[in-house]
């Protein structure tokens, strides 16, 4: 089963930025298809960007052209780069493993999660 440890979380003023990373382990490769999804307070987890084996990246409307998902196979770390934050992007944010053959922003396509980071951004 594969862990994935968050890192990265701090409290910013709008249009800041922060780099979250996400540590993969109990795995010998970054699995397929990883991606970050994000939750409030009272709403539901969303899905905020997502990277394949093969490149593929999709970004959720709302950030796109602000953040940017990468990762480094040798390391095996998933990152978020979050740049021109905006209060609501205050959430935790967690990095997902997807469990089958469908790579998405669907959260029930992912079966291992990591345990968060909190992002908070004052105006």
């Known amino acids: 089963q594969v862990q994935l440890m968050e890192s990265g979380g701090d409290s910013v003023q709008a249009g800041g930025s922060l780099r979250l990373s996400c540590a993969v382990s109990?795995?010998?490769?970054?699995?397929?298809?990883m991606g970050w999804f994000r939750q409030s307070p009272g709403k539901e987890r969303e899905g905020v960007a997502y990277i394949t084996d093969t490149g593929v990246i999709r970004y959720a409307d709302s950030v796109k052209g602000r953040f940017t998902i990468s990762k480094d196979n040798a390391k095996k770390t998933l990152y978020l780069q979050m740049d021109s934050l905006k209060p609501e992007d205050t959430a935790m944010y967690y990095c997902?493993?997807?469990?089958?053959?469908?790579?998405?922003?669907?959260?029930?396509?992912?079966?291992?999660w990591g345990q968060g980071t909190q992002v908070t951004v004052s105006s």
């Open positions: 109990g795995y010998t490769y970054m699995p397929w298809c």
């Open positions: 997902a493993a997807a469990g089958g053959s469908m790579c998405s922003l669907n959260v029930r396509q992912y079966n291992s």
